[in-house]
T-cell receptor, first 114, second 111 residues
Framework: KNQVEQSPQSLIILEGKNCTLQ??????????LRWYKQDTGRGPVSLTI???SENTKSNGRYTATLDADTKQSSLHITASQLSDSASYICVVSGREDSNYQLIWGAGTKLIIKP | NAGVTQTPKFRILKIGQSMTLQCTQDMNHNYMYWYRQDPGMGLKLIYY???????DKGEVPNGYNVSRSTTEDFPLRLELAAPSQTSVYFC??????????FGPGTRLTVT
């Protein structure tokens, strides 16, 4: 069964600290992996999209890594800010033509404390 | 550009009632999608459209209907609302198979 599992479910860190969120998937075949940020009460916003040939991709203080062999991805946040408080969702696409068959993880809820 | 807009923001329905969730995008995107997000779960695709006049079922279409008469609008119709349809509904649009732009969501409660 195609699944995307994220850990931890929730995480609390102090402002200025770094953190890493994990994503494991069993989706096959694999086309691309995406990370989204979802603020409370808002829709998801895309952070990064990686194909199987990409190992790492950065977007400002966000750096995503992908290991297609072990089917794992991580999202590293550097020097966290209060505005980073949100849910971070890992999404895997199993088909080249697909925004129609995305497998969404349940997300990691990140809380940044001052 | 307003992006993707959704109305209403909140709605409470009684069991058996019907309603339409509105979605409009001003980015001239061909692709549009409806998702539902239940607490602690990943988003589930309800319906999608690849252009005006073309719609198709997603993973969880039962109890819903859609239409796409224009590029801009993609309304979602709930007939005979049931408590299982209590959820947050997101509309999204895209111009390609990668990026998706989401609306702010509609929080629906069926009691």
């Amino acid at each position: 069964k195609n699944q995307v599992e994220q850990s931890p479910q929730s995480l609390i860190i102090l402002e200025g600290k770094n953190c890493t969120l994990q994503c494991n998937y069993t989706v096959s075949p694999f086309s691309n992996l995406r990370w989204y940020k979802q603020d409370t009460g808002r829709g998801p916003v895309s952070l990064t999209i990686m194909t199987f040939s990409e190992n790492t991709k950065s977007n400002g203080r966000y750096t995503a890594t992908l290991d297609a062999d072990t089917k794992q991805s991580s999202l590293h946040i550097t020097a966290s800010q209060l505005s980073d408080s949100a849910s971070y969702i890992c999404v895997v696409s199993g088909r080249e033509d697909s925004n129609y068959q995305l497998i969404w993880g349940a997300g990691t809820k990140l809380i940044i404390k001052p | 550009n307003a992006g993707v807009t959704q109305t209403p923001k909140f709605r409470i329905l009684k069991i058996g009632q019907s309603m339409t969730l509105q979605c409009t995008q001003d980015m001239n995107h061909n692709y549009m999608y409806w998702y539902r997000q239940d607490p602690g779960m990943g988003l589930k695709l309800i319906y999608y459209s690849v252009g005006a006049g073309i719609t198709d079922k997603g993973e969880v279409p039962n109890g819903y209907n859609v239409s796409r008469s224009t590029t801009e609008d993609f309304p979602l119709r709930l007939e005979l609302a049931a408590p299982s349809q209590t959820s947050v509904y997101f509309c999204a649009s895209s111009s390609n198979r990668y990026e998706q732009y989401f609306g702010p969501g509609t929080r629906l409660t069926v009691t």
